[in-house]
């Protein structure tokens, strides 16, 4: 296994640049995700590791080696696609031999490969089938299979999932995350699920046209996003985020949302504020970092009820904070208000996060 450095890669189309002065080092025996809206340059970066295509500048590193150059063959990478790639006319086990021929690995080693692989994925009965004779599950199993064999210093995942429906995503989700801790293998895995990101990884590198906005563990993201982007990419429900500007009200700073004019209590807000370059910026809560309250609470904000949404567990209710729509928690799941009922909401000012509305940045 591997660490794999990326040194300011860089790939143009014409005016885009899909990839646009990328540096990320994982380490080795590391899950890392690339996250992030369709487009915004995750399996051209992938494919870049890979050598499927060419960089127009910067380095990768692959250990200690500069694989810049060298073909996909020489690498020592495998990678497993979105559609599995399998052979239709051989059986599994010749699908898992296929890539151990090709790089004339004597039998016996082959064998033996083969064989735990298909022990680790739970595909050893499935070994004389053709893959039309599988489900989709162990379609993708089969090819996670062949990446195995394989026994390269990194793997690297596209959408490997996206194929699969709800219920079957979670439980391959469970397993390649298994997979990757028994291989004690370095693993790069690209999704636009940010919860898949979220419940895989070590790191995640949340892209968004073509540059990494934040590298950091699921922790940091949520917790602390960099910027409004990462901020409303992580988590789910997404952060609410309310566009405020900042006015002074008899010497007193305040945070005007819409019709609104909220004025914190804590000194960490008024610190925040403070330290704000101009006087336009964005609040971002949590859905579970504003509170439903008793009408007449003091310091709270009353709005009404747009929708609400039960989900079993959680019900979340939507209503206007200023002119943004905002998703919260009910504290009673059972809640069930209606269209225009009047709502007292307090917003928890330890969980307040304020961004440059100009720059996007946190402010901290
Ligand atoms: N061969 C190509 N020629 C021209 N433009 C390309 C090519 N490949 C990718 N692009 C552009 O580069 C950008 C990044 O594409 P990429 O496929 O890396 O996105 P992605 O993050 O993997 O998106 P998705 O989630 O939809 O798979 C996009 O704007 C895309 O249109
Ligand atoms: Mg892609």
Redesign the pocket.
Known sequence: MAEVSLKNIVKT??D?R?VDDVSLHIHDKEFVTLV??????????LHMIAGLIDLDGGHIFIGKRDVSELDPKDRDIAMVFQNYALYPHKSVRDNLLFPLRMRKIDKNTADQRINRAAKILSIEQLLDRKPKQLSGGQQQRVALGRAIVRDPAVFLMD?PLSNLDAKLRLQMRTEIKHLQQELQATMIY?T?DQIEAMTMSDRIAV?DK?KVQQFGTPDELFNHPNNVFVAGFIGNPPMNLIPAQIVSEGGDKKLRMGQITFAPQSARVHDLINKAVGDKVVVGLRNTAIHMVAAGTPSAINTQVYTVEPTGDVTYVQANIGDKMCTISSPDVAYRGRLGDPITLKLDENRLYLFDELTGKAIV
């Open positions: 189309y014409g885009v899909a992030g809206p369709s487009g915004c340059g995750k399996t051209t970066t959408e690209v636009h892209m073509g």
